[in-house]
């Protein structure tokens, strides 16, 4: 290790240091490019969580500590996909072709004792039978409306039974749709705080202004439950009144007259303290409100209106370059035939894997043998799988089953043709 670039791409991308002295120049800068640019990215990564937290919290001391760990999160979810951005051990499986076994007959036991025998590849086209007529089955003719489907691409529908979201699925380029969905939504996440943090003097206006809002509208919905209140305790006082009035000669003086006029005394001494108590507890509630609003922000107010600040396009721009640009470069690595870093790091798994899985098969073999007296060769040669210890290809023990007809299954069985009418 020559400086400390090698040294953080050696670490960061998980290298291995044995294969990155034996890469040439121009391999060795190809990877360091990219990790500079992934550097670049954390840097924002950590400045755009700082300000995302102290957005939603108002508060510096959490806003340092949340913040931190949500740029760790970021940043490592963004170096795990550059680590996985390497050619896969699991590729071996592409090597093999489908082929059809024939079946282990009577489940593999013969007597006492289990035999797994060997499997035979069954020949694609039945051998002829000697002597019999050779004519054109009609009957394993497809329609010429089925022919006709076979040949249109798109009314081949995606068998959902075996979707996988990997890079075998049978979408092509699914996986990398969600990588770019995941990796959009880490950078979105970047840049809209980074943009508020170059228009802090905005930001502080913009909610400002929306906390006025918030309070005259507080202000507003209070005074109107007053008045609905104090309109109650006035129809009240105005209902009586009525009353007197049009019953003056009516009511007795020191009858119902004198009943009505305390009533109405009490409820002109109740409207007073009414106005007067709620009052103090609207002040109260107008001092708690806006304490508890005053230096908070209004997020997607915030990253509504940011879309139209000057530097939005600057920093999006900045800011997914340095998280594509690292992927793009790996990706142009792992694709390229100039360099031998991911041909050699395969090849070196590949021998890991292999050596530790036949030491295990060695020693299994060996304990079954000595402690059983069983030889278990022939059946791990019978595995499931075609291609262990990588087990991505699955051994098929039984032909397609495909429709014949009753003539076809005569002749596979070499039956005696006897002249009879076979009903269908």
């Not at 102290?54 to 760790?72: K, P």
């Not at 170096?79 to 996985?84: D, E, G, N």
């Not at 206006?205 to 104090?230: C, G, M, P, S, Y």
């Not at 708690?288 to 940011?306: E, N, P, R, V, W």
């Amino acid at each position: 290790m020559s400086n400390w670039k090698e040294n953080i791409t050696v670490d960061v991308l998980g290298l291995e240091r044995t294969l990155w002295e034996k890469l040439e120049q121009p391999e060795q800068k190809a990877y360091i490019n990219a990790i500079l640019h992934y550097g670049g990215f954390v840097i924002a990564s950590f400045i755009g969580s700082y300000t995302l937290l102290f957005l939603i919290s108002s508060s510096y001391i959490l806003s340092l500590i949340a913040g931190t760990v949500l740029g760790l999160i970021l940043s490592s979810i963004v170096r795990f996909s550059l680590i996985i951005l390497r050619k896969s051990i699991f590729d071996v499986s592409k090597s093999y072709k489908k082929k059809y076994f024939s079946p282990l007959l009577n489940n593999g036991m013969q007597g006492n004792k289990f035999v797994a025998i060997k499997p035979v590849i069954l020949p694609t086209t039945p051998s002829p039978i000697v002597g019999a007529p050779q004519k054109q089955d009609s009957v394993n003719k497809p329609s010429v409306f089925k022919q006709i489907l076979n040949k249109i691409n798109f009314i081949k529908f995606t068998n959902w039974e075996n979707f996988k979201v990997t890079s075998d699925s049978t979408i092509p380029g699914f996986a990398m749709l969600i990588r770019i969905v995941i990796l959009s939504t880490i950078g979105l996440l970047i840049v809209f705080p980074i943009t508020c943090l170059l228009h802090f003097s905005r930001v502080e206006d913009l909610n400002a202004a929306k906390r006025e809002v918030i309070i005259q509208r507080f202000v507003l919905d209070a005074r109107k439950n007053l008045e609905k209140k104090t309109i109650h305790f006035q129809k009240n006082i105005e209902e009586i009144k009525s009353q007197l009035n049009k019953n003056v000669g009516v009511y007795q003086v020191n009858g119902l007259m004198k009943q009505k006029q305390q009533e109405l005394e009490k409820l002109n001494k109740d409207l007073n303290g009414f106005n007067i108590e709620n009052e103090e507890d609207y002040q109260k509630q107008l001092k708690i409100f806006t304490d508890q609003i005053d230096g908070k922000y209004f997020l997607i107010s915030t990253f509504y209106d940011a879309v139209r600040y000057p530097f939005f396009i600057i920093v999006f721009a900045g800011v997914f370059y340095l998280l594509f640009f690292s992927h793009k470069s790996l990706i142009n690595i792992k694709n390229s035939k100039l360099y031998i870093y991911p041909t050699e790091s395969t090849k070196l798994y590949k021998q890991i894997i292999e050596k530790e899985y036949n030491e295990t098969q060695a020693y299994l073999k060996k304990y079954l043998l000595d402690k059983y007296q069983y030889d278990a060769t022939v059946f791990m040669e019978n595995s499931f799988w075609l291609n262990p210890p990588y087990c991505t290809e699955k051994r098929k023990f039984f032909k397609k089953r495909s429709a014949i007809s009753k003539q076809a299954f005569l002749d596979h069985f070499n039956a005696p043709k006897i002249p009879m009418t076979i009903e269908n």
